[in-house]
């Protein structure tokens, strides 16, 4: 039965159940549980970038003071991977990046751990290094991974090979033609940004135990299933032996989308029949995180008379660092963001993730949609700038609209983005602008537009009613401070029931309790774990409504799930409570509880034949911005003051409109602190220079604004209730919006972030080279592999 | 020798390393894990506690320099099941994200607004300069803040009991 | 993460508390190589994150009385070496030639930073390029009294900066100033946090306008602050233009070799060194 429940029901400003606790400090984040009883364990890392090992000791290690047990890569004899297996738990026979691990060492203290650490023996012998891109591409190159052929691949045929780990392109039109076109006017842009760390206040670590011949493994994760999955594959385990249970998460933000060091603590934890707990310092969590990665970006367009595109070609090189991780999957959201937003007559792109002696990157919150807005709307502003064409006019005349073609050939939906861009000049006429606040510094004003897709796929929840009327909501979600499945489900299963959310509980992550879940990330939990609570809802509700039916003596179809009640349809206040039908149920039928599901509905088409090695060739449910910043620029200083920002976000449905509020001020900071904060800087050894909170600025009360937010509701979404995802794009426009904005203030050509206050003044000062991108060669078909 | 300090009221003392950070000896030693360790190094303010009625980062003071000190934590700023009016604003304005900063954050605040009672924005977010935030974008912080400047006063008692 | 030295089981505390300046000196002259005084403990305790472990054995010096107090008279200030850069910036009376000093004080690090990192910190901390109070206290050409095994002296700041790295053991007890009619500015960049690039300046003019006498010290540019004498030189019997002092300063910042960090490349800190010169004139401008 799929009843219509009116969505408006589900709709308040629910405060989040979890906030009493974190602001009393009784919260037990996973880094609070390492009582006396637990042995605490180091990650013993390379100190070296790329080298050959010659030896491996820890026999002097085993025999320090306190050590208990000690993980080598005997003992994980699997490699791992997303998409393309090529990375050891372990170092084996060669080093690819500092700070990889060697091993790991579990003893009765921290100190003794460390002091055993520091007694590991590895020789090694200095092999050639590929610290950029640049070098990994060159003629010759020296291959980080010579066996790469031998790698388990998850699809046949992906365009790989040397150091080019996966190649993703897409080829819609003729682009060539466009380009020969005699009035078209070619606009080409180079650009190139570093990478982004999330620093979240909880690193990334784990408690594990090993209890009657199974792994329990908490952890502070995104992805509680892909943590299951790892820890199994490299020990060779069967699955069905790792639990893994998940407390509330203290920041991740894309970090804690990959399993990372908990195998590690799993092995300890069986060694030495203790539990463990394995945390990173904050200084190996930042020089060995699974950064936003690094990238360069050649890009061009043939601008008709007209102002519209007849031809665009892109070639994005995405740094993996020393293993592929992430950015293979990620290559695909090329083709949906920098591809994105604008009707293009042909096109043609190439995402290519290289391998580099540097610490692996990963998943950041809008993951390379952020670097590749900045591309794409520096680029569109540098468009405007050669036809002398208005950037909003150029805008509002490109963006997609509805039955327009995306890069890939999906038909899309509805007219969101040109809407939405009057929608910002509504905002911008009711807040005013704040120029007269620049004073004697530099002014700028930029709007811009981005696209990303919401993760649609695999979840699953179960529901239980409780004899008192509550219902326990069992999922493999977790909180991760983004309140998505401690308001939002909850908010849309109360909905289906006719319950208030207070009366749903949320039970923790357990892969043992939940069924299989992708993991809370890509704005895809009240998506797609709202859909699947929904499916839920809809089996416990025609149990209720059965047992009810019989109790009312009305037929299923006359009854609504209203107030905590069963009602006879247009009559309020009729019929009994909830709590009656339940225990009326748990006589007659046993009680009530039901599974649901949900996965991407597959119902988004890509055009045959345009897009290859992707993962997805067509968006399920894309999601639109458009972002508008003004700036103060200091000439003298290269400091940027950002005076006033402002968000027109497609939300589908805002069914906790505060909560979506408070997502967008954080991710709009984020954004601005990617956009001109927040480097990270590769040293001559190939690992990262910044070691914490010192070196790496990320921004202080001072450097936040107050985001002037316009929710536009109402767009086409499969999601629960109309909602889509909230969090992960909020953040996806900061950069591009930053450089647009500084680039309108300098009138300089702004070719890289981060636009740090050195980076700025070398740029008014005209001593900041331009960037050309000499590796990427100019003929295009020259960037794919064949 | 052992260290002897007050922890919420409650004489403590500590006999191990006494350069260990007051940090180490709340969460290790007393298993007070509300103070937070986050960057060890006076930045975020994660672990900010009250000491001798100054909030400071718990990662700087080493515990052999703490003999005699008062001590205040999250787990004593407000008496058990009650919220001072800090947390209370946080959670009517839907403040809270992950929460890691959260505990010092209040501590901060608190002292701040016993000291300031009519704070400007501006004033709130050089006092938060060393509580860093990695969620929230710190607007609503500032909100929450301002919702209850003037009107109460903070429980000064249990800070600087 | 904290890494601890070892040579624990030579018998002394790995941290003591003397009362008096002579303990604390036999303490440090005796605890053997890996010794070292804390004061607000900022700056060590956090040596970890710079790959530096926190030493063996810590002599702290909080319960030395000695080593307080802020006292300011009309014609001399002295401030005790264990005083926070809080308590400074609260404890100093508003004058103009104070001014550099309080700002410095009350503009460092972060609040919880302030209310720990002493004046004695500030002046010892060989590393801490960021240094705030150095380059302010050399405008106040100020005297610090240095406590060693051999006796007490009083030096300048530029000797004291020289002295500062030497091997033996040593205290900074406190600072003592004349009071001046000069006036005085602290400028720095970024405004907040850390700054890469310091212009302390403190000046007087004669009857004409011009500048009399001034000193103007720079910070965070090379790794140790200096008084800027090419630049003092060169200013002397100039009208204190901002635009024409900035021009001075551009001119002649080949007298500096900047350091290049994380937070700012060399370069930058030269860069901007003559507008923070420039806005330290025109903050003694406007404020008369």
């Known amino acids: 039965m799929n009843m219509k429940v009116d969505p408006r029901t589900a709709v308040m400003d629910m405060p989040r159940r979890d906030a009493r606790d974190k602001v009393t400090g009784r919260t037990r984040f996973m880094v609070d549980m390492a009582g006396s009883d637990v042995l605490r364990a180091v990650v013993v890392r390379a100190g070296s970038g790329a080298a050959k090992v010659l030896r491996i000791d820890t026999s002097a290690a085993a025999r320090m003071r306190g050590v208990r047990g000690i993980a080598t890569a005997a003992d994980a004899p699997q490699l791992h991977g997303v998409g393309v297996m090529d990375q050891p738990l372990f170092v084996r026979d060669r080093i690819r990046y500092p700070g990889e691990p060697i091993c790991a060492i579990a003893a009765d203290t921290l100190e003794q751990a460390r002091a055993a650490a520091a007694v590991v023996v590895v020789e090694t012998e200095e092999m050639p290094a590929c610290l950029t891109m640049a070098e990994a591409l060159a003629p010759g190159a020296p291959l980080l991974h010579p066996d790469w052929k031998s790698y388990e691949c998850i699809v046949d045929g992906v365009a790989r090979g040397g150091n080019i780990a996966w190649e993703g392109k897409v080829v819609r039109g003729d682009v060539d033609a466009a380009f020969a076109r005699p009035d078209v006017s070619v606009v080409e842009s180079c650009f190139r940004v570093g990478r982004q760390s999330h620093f979240p206040f909880e690193p990334r670590g784990a408690v594990a135990s090993y209890e009657d011949g199974r792994f329990h493994v908490i952890t502070s994760t995104q992805v509680p299933w892909t943590v299951r999955a790892v820890t199994a594959r490299v020990m060779g385990v069967h699955a069905s032996q790792v639990r893994v249970t998940v407390p509330p998460?203290?920041?991740?933000?894309g970090l804690k989308f990959d399993a990372s060091i908990e195998p590690m603590a799993a092995i300890l934890a069986k060694k030495t029949g203790r539990t463990v707990s394995l945390v990173n310092s904050r200084e190996e969590e930042t020089q060995t995180c699974l950064c936003r990665e690094n990238a360069d970006i050649w890009i061009r367009s043939a601008i008709t008379p007209e102002g519209k595109i007849a031809g665009r070609e892109a070639v994005v090189l995405m740094d993996a660092g020393a293993y592929g991780g992430e950015q293979i999957f990620l290559s695909t959201m090329t083709a949906h963001t920098l591809g994105a937003g604008y009707r293009l007559e042909s096109v043609r792109m190439s995402s290519r993730v290289v391998y580099t002696n540097t610490p692996p990157n990963g998943a950041f919150r809008s993951c390379n949609g952020a670097y590749n807005s900045f591309a794409l709307e520096r680029h569109t502003d540098e468009i405007c700038e050669k036809i002398g064409m208005d950037p909003m006019a150029f805008r509002k005349l490109n963006v997609l609209s509805d039955g327009d073609p995306g890069t890939t050939g999906q038909i899309f939906e509805g007219d969101v983005l040109g809407p939405m861009l009057d929608r910002m000049e509504a905002l911008r006429e009711r807040t005013g602008t704040r120029e007269h606040r620049a004073g004697d510094r530099l002014y700028g004003l930029a709007t811009t537009v981005g696209t990303w897709n919401i993760f649609v796929g695999p979840s699953s929840a179960t529901i239980n009613l409780n004899a008192d009327g509550s219902v326990t909501l069992i999922t493999a979600s977790v909180e991760i401070g983004s309140g998505s499945i401690t308001q939002g489900v909850p908010q849309i299963v109360a909905a289906n029931l006719g319950i208030h959310p207070s009366k749903v509980i949320v039970k923790g992550a357990d892969t043992d309790a939940a069924g299989y879940d992708m993991g809370t990330g890509g704005g895809r939990t009240v998506v797609s774990m709202g859909a699947a609570a929904t499916a839920a809802c809809e089996v416990v509700r025609d149990k209720l409504l059965d047992t009810a039916s019989e109790l009312l003596q009305t037929p299923p179809a006359d009854l609504v799930l209203r107030n905590g009640r069963v009602e006879i349809r247009d009559r309020p206040g009729s019929g009994t409570t909830i709590e009656t039908v339940i225990a009326r149920a748990e006589q007659t039928k046993g009680p009530i509880s039901g599974s649901g599901a949900f996965t991407a509905p597959q119902s988004a088409k890509a055009m045959p034949g345009c897009a290859a090695g992707h993962f997805f060739d067509a968006m399920d449910l894309p999601v639109f911005i458009v972002h508008e910043a003004e700036v103060a620029v200091d000439p003298d200083t290269g400091?940027?003051?950002?005076?006033?920002?402002?968000?027109?976000?497609?939300?589908?449905?805002?069914?906790?409109?505060?909560?979506?509020?408070?997502?967008?001020?954080?991710?709009?900071?984020?954004?601005?602190?990617?956009?001109?904060?927040?480097?990270?800087?590769?040293?001559?050894?190939?690992?990262?220079?910044?070691?914490?909170?010192?070196?790496?600025?990320?921004?202080?009360?001072?450097?936040?604004?107050?985001?002037?937010?316009?929710?536009?509701?109402?767009?086409?979404?499969?999601?629960?209730?109309?909602?889509?995802?909230?969090?992960?794009?909020?953040?996806?426009?900061?950069?591009?919006?930053?450089?647009?904005?500084?680039?309108?203030?300098t009138g300089k050509r702004v070719q890289q972030l981060p636009l740090t206050a050195p980076k700025v003044l070398a740029l008014t000062c005209g001593i900041e080279p331009v960037l050309d991108h000499p590796h990427i060669s100019r003929r295009w078909s020259d960037n794919i592999l064949r | 020798?052992?260290?002897?300090?007050?922890?919420?009221?409650?004489?403590?003392?500590?006999?191990?390393?006494?350069?260990?950070?007051?940090?180490?000896?709340?969460?290790?030693?007393?298993?007070?894990?509300?103070?937070?360790?986050?960057?060890?190094?006076?930045?975020?303010?994660?672990?900010?506690?009250?000491?001798?009625?100054?909030?400071?980062?718990?990662?700087?003071?080493?515990?052999?320099?703490?003999?005699?000190?008062?001590?205040?934590?999250?787990?004593?700023?407000?008496?058990?099941?009650?919220?001072?009016?800090?947390?209370?604003?946080?959670?009517?304005h839907d403040v809270v994200q992950c929460g890691m900063c959260f505990p010092g954050m209040v501590i901060t605040l608190t002292d701040f607004l016993r000291r300031n009672a009519a704070p400007t924005r501006s004033g709130i977010k050089e006092a938060l300069s060393g509580n860093m935030c990695r969620c929230t974008g710190y607007e609503r912080i500032i909100d929450a803040v301002m919702s209850i400047r003037e009107t109460e006063t903070p429980a000064a008692e249990a800070v600087s009991r | 993460m904290m890494t601890w030295g070892t040579a624990r089981k030579s018998g002394i505390s790995p941290l003591t508390s003397p009362e008096t300046v002579d303990e604390a000196l036999e303490l440090l002259a005796g605890g053997g190589p890996d010794t070292r005084a804390i004061a607000g403990a900022t700056w060590i305790m956090r040596g970890p994150t710079r790959g530096e472990p926190v030493p063996a054995r810590l002599v702290a010096l909080n319960r030395i009385a000695e080593l307080r107090g802020v006292e300011i008279g009309a014609l001399s200030g002295r401030i005790g070496a264990m005083e926070s850069h809080d308590r400074i910036a609260r404890a100093l009376p508003e004058a103009a030639d104070l001014r550099a000093l309080a700002v410095a004080a009350g503009a460092s690090a972060n609040p919880g930073i302030r209310r720990l990192a002493t004046l004695g910190g500030n002046l010892c901390a060989v590393g801490f390029v960021a240094a705030d109070l150095i380059p302010a206290l050399m405008c106040l050409d100020a005297r610090v009294e240095v406590a060693t095994p051999e006796g007490r002296r009083n030096i300048d700041m530029t000797e004291f900066m020289a002295m500062r790295r030497a091997a033996g053991p040593f205290l900074v007890v406190a600072v003592r100033f004349g009071r001046s009619g000069f006036r005085t500015a602290h400028a720095r960049t970024p405004a907040r946090d850390y700054p890469v690039s310091i212009a302390s300046l403190s000046m007087a003019t004669d009857a004409e306008g011009r500048i009399a006498d001034l000193r103007l010290a720079v910070g965070a540019v090379e790794a140790d602050a200096k008084r800027w004498a090419g630049f003092e030189d060169?200013?002397?019997?100039?009208?204190?233009?901002?635009?024409?002092?900035?021009?001075l300063a551009t001119e002649f910042s080949a007298d500096f070799t900047p350091v290049s960090a994380l937070d700012a490349p060399g370069w930058y800190r030269l860069q901007v060194l003559p507008v923070l010169v420039r806005r330290a004139f025109e903050q003694i401008r406007r404020e008369g």
């Open chain 3, 234 to 247: 060169r200013a002397r019997g100039q009208a204190p233009d901002p635009a024409g002092m900035a021009a």
């Open chain 1, 639 to 745: 400091e940027t003051e950002v005076l006033a920002y402002r968000v027109v976000q497609d939300v589908g449905r805002a069914i906790n409109p505060r909560a979506v509020r408070g997502q967008i001020q954080g991710a709009v900071i984020q954004g601005i602190g990617y956009g001109i904060h927040e480097a990270v800087t590769i040293g001559a050894d190939g690992g990262i220079e910044q070691t914490g909170f010192e070196t790496y600025h990320m921004p202080l009360a001072q450097d936040a604004v107050k985001v002037e937010i316009d929710l536009y509701e109402g767009a086409p979404s499969c999601g629960p209730m109309g909602t889509k995802g909230i969090a992960e794009v909020a953040i996806m426009n900061g950069g591009a919006t930053m450089a647009c904005a500084i680039a309108n203030a």
């Open chain 2, 1 to 92: 020798m052992a260290v002897e300090f007050t922890l919420n009221g409650e004489w403590r003392d500590f006999a191990g390393d006494p350069r260990t950070p007051l940090l180490d000896v709340l969460r290790d030693g007393c298993r007070m894990t509300g103070t937070k360790s986050v960057c060890r190094a006076g930045f975020c303010g994660a672990c900010t506690v009250m000491v001798g009625g100054e909030p400071v980062p718990s990662c700087q003071r080493p515990i052999g320099m703490l003999e005699g000190a008062e001590i205040v934590t999250i787990e004593g700023i407000a008496p058990p099941e009650e919220l001072n009016p800090v947390q209370r604003a946080f959670l009517e």
């Open chain 1, 249 to 253: 998460v203290g920041g991740a933000f």
